[in-house]
């Protein structure tokens, strides 16, 4: 309910992770984890898509953004998210029945089953994906990636028209293929990297989770008939950049592109992982 009103309050507007952090969770200390399920367990109870999002839109790297139309509602079956944060002050002032099935009672009824609503969702989800405590003598060790291990994170559709995820996502698949084929080249599996397709969550997280020293990733974008891939590898344990490279591509034959480009960033690699 206080993600739902903060982002209401924002409505618009790209609320970061740190923001929606330090106003939801105030005081308490949680990792953005918190927030990432939180999302998915709201979009699941308005039954948002997060491709086509009518709610709750997620802005690569940036944050989260409400995009529905928030204003001050006068019908009593409705529930705008304008009113949301006026009407629960106005149920903890006045717990007193309500005789009559008033506008008001409507309004603090559905309220409350929203709330309900939200609280087993967020419980249930917490349940179900907690991680199991890990003893002191499993942490201490821990193995270290090996040093030459990748994983490929689904390349970001930049297009205008945002059309070309199809596109962006072939690109990954042929990357983790080509790469694949490296000598020596451990590469975390499609299904494996796909899983982090559209979350906010940080490359040393990802490398953690995939036990990867090194992190891939990219973005498509299209100029009347030129396409542009970029790339770029990332060290996991220090967050740094170790090489980039933009490619430029006729927009002819979608598949000769791909496998021209990937070609080429395995060859660029080699030199780079060590």
């Known amino acids: ?10 409505a618009g507007d790209v609320v970061s992770i740190d923001e929606l952090l330090n106003q939801v969770w105030q005081g308490v200390i949680v990792t953005p984890d918190s927030v990432y399920q939180a999302v998915t367990s709201l979009r699941r109870l308005l039954g948002d898509d997060p491709k086509q999002p009518v709610y709750i839109a ?3 790297r940036r944050g989260y953004r409400m995009v529905a139309t928030v204003s001050p509602g006068d019908d009593s079956t409705t529930l705008p ?50 991680p199991n405590p890990i003893p002191p003598a499993a942490t201490v ?15 970001l559709d930049l297009t205008d028209t945002m059309n070309e995820e199809p596109f962006a996502d072939g690109m990954t698949d042929e990357l983790i ?10 590469v975390a599996s499609p299904t494996s990297s796909f899983y982090f397709k559209g979350k906010q969550v940080t490359v040393a997280q990802i490398a953690k989770s995939l036990d990867v020293a090194y992190v891939l990733d990219g973005s498509v974008r299209k100029s009347g008939n030129t396409l542009r ?11 740094f950049v170790v090489w980039s ?26 030199a780079s992982i060590n």
Request: aromatic residues 6%.
């Open 58 to 60: 997620t802005v690569p």
């Open 177 to 186: 293929n080509k790469l694949s084929q490296s000598r020596g080249l451990q």
């Open 81 to 130: 998210l304008a009113s949301l944060a006026a009407a629960n002050d106005a149920l903890e002032r006045d717990r007193t029945p309500i005789a009559g099935p008033t506008p008001h009672l409507h309004l603090y009824r559905r309220l409350l089953v929203i709330g309900a609503l939200l609280a087993m969702g967020c419980f249930a989800f917490y349940l179900l994906t907690r």
């Open 229 to 239: 891939v970029a790339a770029r590898l990332v060290r996991a344990n220090d967050g």
């Open 245 to 270: 490279e933009t490619y430029d591509r006729s927009w002819d034959d979608k598949l000769m592109i791909q496998d021209d480009i990937a070609s080429e960033v395995a060859k660029a690699l080699k």
């Open 141 to 155: 060790a821990a193995a270290v990636p090996n040093p030459k291990s990748i994983a490929v994170l689904p390349f």
């Open 1 to 10: 309910m206080r993600l739902l009103l903060c982002l209401a309050d924002h």
